[in-house]
């Protein structure tokens, strides 16, 4: 690397320290000066007359900042870790259309931002941590249909317990590339327990880890919101699976709807308060309706799925034919019928519509859960288990 583009490389990863949470400020700075090495050579008065009174900003803006950038590079490129500044060749175009991007992003990956974001639709999918059956068998089905598109999409999540998780484990299986934003530094991956996850991201071609925060940093609360802006900004369209009406998911697909970006909302039961955030962009005009899937992957540009609809009855006959017959099989394929059909419905509830007795229904449950088939939550609600989970 040439030393006056490792001086430029340093000069935005100092930048991004120093305006992290005033990214606009510090991209203003940037375009007046045309040079980040640059402001770090200028006395105080020139740069109060760029930038307006941050006097805490203003503090960080000196040459031995721009000294520690430099071993902060060193130290990168021996951990196999990389920084892509605003200004750089590779930084995702998406991101910089959008009034707050970061200053620079250090990721993890076997490709450079071009191949990461070059030349396909990225489509961020995003959701409550405590994901539902119901959420679970739709995210999975969503990222299955987008596999069997012609245009196969970048997913893009948080990474985060429930939603982002299932998302992003699901495109892995079934060979779309996904990116893991993280609300940490690129040293550390947060839940813990993702890190194979991080691991398998950043070994996979077209797959990344990337976070704006520097090095060390720790999973605040106050993080998350930068984070989610990051993900909204980098995708052309937002689906929100299932969230509360405050949470992680709804501030990202708040943040897409201010970038102008496509929303759509996987709606849900008015009782259930974890489709509650989905329901009120629903009602307000802010996001679409995930109704039909297939309108969906139209919509989001990446033609029409292959993906067929999975045949529960031919299962049914070949996983359970061996030990039920006649009536009882009819029953199971009857009962599968129903979760599929409205998905969250009770035992109670299965009993008062088929007119069976609770032994009855309660067997039958148990068959297909035991073949895998459906599950059933603490509330005794089922739903149709996706494959592969």
């Known amino acids: 690397m040439e030393n006056n583009d490792f001086e430029e490389r340093a000069g935005l990863l100092a930048l991004n320290r120093i305006f992290g949470f005033e990214p606009a400020a510090g991209r203003r700075l940037l375009e007046e000066l045309g040079s980040a090495a640059a402001a770090f050579g200028m006395k105080r008065e020139e740069l109060r007359a760029v930038l307006g009174p941050y006097p805490k900003l203003l503090e960080g803006l000196v040459p031995a900042s721009l000294d520690s950038a430099k071993k902060e590079l060193e130290w990168l490129d021996g951990r196999h870790y990389r920084f892509v500044g605003i200004s750089e060749p590779g930084y995702p175009q998406m991101l910089k259309e959008c009034e707050d991007p970061p200053l620079g992003l250090y990721y993890r990956s076997q490709d450079g931002m071009d191949g990461i974001f070059g030349g396909r639709p990225a489509v961020a999918i995003v959701g409550t941590r405590d994901i539902s059956g119901y959420g679970r068998q739709w995210c999975r ?35 779309l590339p996904t990116v893991g934003v993280m609300a940490t530094g690129i040293d ?4 813990y327990r993702h890190n194979a996850d991080a691991d398998r991201m950043s070994s996979t071609p077209g797959c990344a880890v990337l976070t704006d925060y520097p090095p060390g940093t720790q999973p605040l609360a106050i ?19 299932e969230s509360k009406i405050r949470g992680g998911g709804m501030m990202t697909a708040r943040l897409a709807y201010s970038y102008e970006r496509d929303v759509y909302a996987l709606p849900g039961r008015i009782d259930d308060i974890r489709s509650g955030g989905c329901n ?17 992957m139209e919509r989001l540009g990446l033609g029409p799925s292959s993906v067929k609809k999975r045949d529960l009855g031919e299962e049914i006959r070949n996983g359970l034919g061996k030990i039920v017959s006649g009536e009882k099989l009819d029953r ?26 609770w032994s009855e229904v309660m067997s039958c449950a148990g068959l297909l859960e035991n073949e895998g088939l459906i599950e059933t939550d603490l509330l005794q609600k089922c739903w149709i288990k996706p494959k592969n989970l």
């Open 141 to 175: 089905s969503i990222v299955q249909a987008m596999a069997r598109c012609p245009e196969k999409p970048l997913i893009v999540s948080g990474l985060a317990l429930g939603t982002d998780i299932v998302a992003q484990r699901t495109a892995l299986e079934e060979g």
């Open 188 to 191: 550390s991956i947060y839940p």
């Open 223 to 241: 993080h998350f919101l930068r984070r989610n802006r990051i993900i909204a900004g980098l995708c052309s369209a937002t689906i929100l699976v």
């Open 280 to 296: 009120y962009l629903l009602r307000e005009k802010i996001a679409e309706p995930v109704t039909d899937i297939a309108d969906l």
């Open 332 to 357: 199971l394929e009857e009962m599968a019928g129903m979760i599929r059909k409205k998905g969250g419905i009770s035992l109670p509830e299965i009993c008062g519509m088929t007119g069976w007795g």
